[in-house]
């Protein structure tokens, strides 16, 4: 067999199952939706997928809206996926009222760090069960963020264990906290407030989490939300999503890149897609 007919022919197998391919996406669902929460952290899955599911022929929405807004259209199949459910712990009121409405096709990390965090400066401050003894350091205040967050609601029952009745809880948008935290460490004040990774806060600025020895800051795992159906009307989206893992330290980078910059969530998709075609391929695979 002669090298031009070997050549030829490859190219006609190839052709024929790009052509295979494409039948086969078409017959799957085109167009996905995905949630996306107030959260920089969030956009990386999100945009992620985005890229790659519009690499393979699908045309991708992302749908931005409040956590409790995002489960509600989750369950009413007004969206396809939504990317950033925490799980069994922090979101817990949310997997109860919605319980059976979705189902979870994959989990993007495990055991995710979170809590509340003084500076580090504060070297008499190491557990939450410290925050009474030093109340006057911390004008008896703990900073969260926005109400309808499970980590507001995390932060109530935290109060409320650790007998705080002392502190008022000061929710507001996850910036205007992190200025509060900045401006306070600036003059080496004190301040306790709600406190993840992946999040550059622990780049930008010397924090450490405080123990929780009353265990009201469970870990959990952050993972991918579906309508019932996704996995027969779109295996293809739904086989990324079940198979996607992050690490804290890639999307720390990625948030980064943002804040430092001025990266677009678009523009690190892309090329962290053309970089990591392999892994990407893995994601793919059924």
Known sequence: MSLSFILVLTACNGEQQESQDNKDNKKEQQTISIGLDPYDYATVPAYLSKEILE??????????????????????QEIDAFIDIWAPNLQSSY??????????AGTLYSEMPLGVAVPAYMEDVNSIADLNKYKEKFDKNVYAIDPGSGMADTTKKMVEAYDMKDFEIKNSSTAAMLAQVESVMKDKGGIVFNAWRPHPMFVRMDLKFLDDPKNVWKLDDVQVGVTPDLQEQSPT?????????????????????????GKTPEELAEAWVEENQDKVNKWLEK
């Open 55 to 76: 690499q393979e022929g699908f045309e991708v929405e992302i749908v931005e809206g409040q956590i409790g807004i995002l489960y509600e259209a989750l369950a009413n």
């Open 95 to 104: 997997l109860k009222e919605y319980e059976g409405q979705f189902e979870i």
């Open 237 to 261: 989206a739904y086989t990324l999503f079940s198979n996607m893992k992050l690490t804290l330290q890639q999307v720390e980078k990625w948030i980064m890149a943002i804040d430092s910059e």
